[in-house]
């Protein structure tokens, strides 16, 4: 137990020390991590318009995915064993949409017809130099033409051949959001 006379012993020792070196030094001001100085600004270069537009492109193409991807007069491949062996792997036209997620297809070598769901169909992808149709994504709904495939990351380059980005080459767009057209 301290005493009140140790407490006074203690407290002048530590006095007799001196002032405190970090009470003693002059406040440093710490940068602030808001907005860039004028010096920064003038350092970085101002966005193009064609910088800006391709900005813009990125975000479209990212925030244009959606759950469906059914589009009229595409081939696609029947991948379900429910409707027997004699449809199993062989490929379709879609004829119509019917609220987005079911197509009437039209089988390429025997003629039948019928009715599915996107989950039964996978997209058939065209060789190199024919037309396709982006289904998903920020370039959905537009014509292109296949450029070349990328077997390792499931992916293949596109030129855009209708639109306003006609002739805009798109490079790593996934397998399933591209398909051939009938």
């Not at 301290?2 to 001001?29: D, H, I, W, Y």
């Not at 079911?102 to 060789?127: C, F, N, R, W, Y």
Request: charged letters at 30%; a positive charge.
């Amino acid at each position: 137990m301290e005493t009140k006379n140790n407490q006074a012993t203690r407290c002048m020792f530590f006095s007799s020390l001196g002032p405190n070196p970090l009470q003693a030094a002059p406040s440093v001001k710490r940068k602030e991590s808001g907005p860039a100085s004028s010096s920064e600004t003038k350092d970085k270069k101002k966005k193009s318009a064609l910088d800006e537009i391709m900005e813009f492109e990125e975000q479209k193409k990212r925030s244009l995915r959606r759950d469906h991807w059914l589009h009229t007069g595409i081939v696609v491949k029947l991948i379900t064993k429910k409707l027997g062996e004699k449809y199993y792997k062989k490929k379709a036209v879609i004829k119509e949409v019917q609220e987005k997620y079911t197509a009437i297809i039209k089988m390429v070598d025997s003629g039948d017809k019928l009715k599915v769901d996107q989950t039964h169909l996978e997209t058939v992808i065209p060789a190199p130099g024919k037309k396709l149709l982006v289904v998903n994504g920020g370039y959905r709904g537009n014509e292109a033409i296949l450029n070349s495939i990328h077997e390792q990351s499931f992916s293949a380059s596109i030129i855009i051949d209708s639109g306003p980005l006609q002739g805009r080459k798109v490079e790593s767009v996934q397998y399933e959001d591209i398909s051939k057209l009938a």
